[in-house]
């Protein structure tokens, strides 16, 4: 198994562009996470999808949007690129029981200039 | 409104000494405790997790301490090493959805 996979790895915006940061997982797992990470920050939960279908937000999802159209992948869309938005980017997915397990992938480090 | 506290900041500790990390809960929803590690340029990875019906849970170096009454739990690593230089975050998590909120982080060197 992959695992969870995150593209692009890195990426240089213009302000106002937009972008679609890729995840995607082959753990067959129902719950799926992004967050964001900022020096001293922490994670912060943008967006989180319970299954195909179900999106929800999180604690930060202004100017970010998801779909999930499928159990495997939860792709990220930023419109009209800000300062702001420039941060690190991780995807998490979980599997359904008692164990709440996220496991990460390997990030998107975005810069937006 | 920041719903776990993680301290300290950073930590320094000599290699066999003991790191140990502390963090604060405001939720009381919460019934689930995990610590994850996080190694430069990589994602988060599970390290250790407890549950509130136990006050200490062990597995091998590193220790979780519970106490449930002041809302508080830390992570203890014995021993330490030069390659447990790392970010830690604590986090708690309760309910249906699995969502995890995440401290601050702490970013531990241990000098050999």
């Known amino acids: 198994n992959a695992g969870v996979t995150q593209t692009p790895k890195f990426r240089i915006l213009k302000i106002g562009q937009s972008m679609t940061l890729q995840c995607a997982q082959d753990?067959?797992?129902?719950?799926m996470y992004w967050y964001r990470q900022d020096p001293g920050m922490g994670l912060k939960l943008i967006y989180y999808?319970?299954?195909?279908?179900?999106?929800d937000k999180g604690e930060v999802p202004n100017g970010y949007n998801v779909s999930r159209s499928t159990t495997e992948d939860f792709p990220l869309r930023l419109e009209l690129a800000a300062p702001s938005q420039t941060s690190v980017y991780f995807c998490?997915?979980?599997?359904?029981?008692?164990?709440?397990?996220?496991?990460f992938g390997p990030g998107t480090r975005l810069l937006v200039l | 409104q920041q719903q776990v506290k993680q301290s300290p900041q950073s930590l320094i500790v000599q290699k066999g000494g003991i790191s140990i990390i502390n963090c604060a809960y405001e939720?009381?929803?919460?019934?689930?405790f995990p610590w994850y590690q996080q190694f430069p340029g990589k994602g988060p990875a599970l390290l250790i997790a407890i549950r509130p019906d136990v006050s200490e849970k062990k597995e091998g170096r590193f220790t979780i301490s519970f106490n449930k009454s002041a809302k508080q739990f830390s992570l203890h690593i014995m021993d330490s090493q030069p390659g447990d230089s790392a970010t830690y975050f604590c986090?708690?998590?309760?309910?249906?959805?699995?969502?995890?909120?995440f401290g601050k982080g702490t970013l531990l060197t241990v000098n050999p």
């Open positions: 939720n009381t929803a919460f019934d689930y």
């Open positions: 986090a708690g998590s309760g309910g249906s959805n699995y969502k995890l909120t």
């Open positions: 999808s319970v299954g195909a279908g179900i999106t």
């Open positions: 998490a997915s979980s599997v359904i029981g008692t164990r709440r397990t996220q496991y």
């Open positions: 753990m067959n797992h129902n719950y």
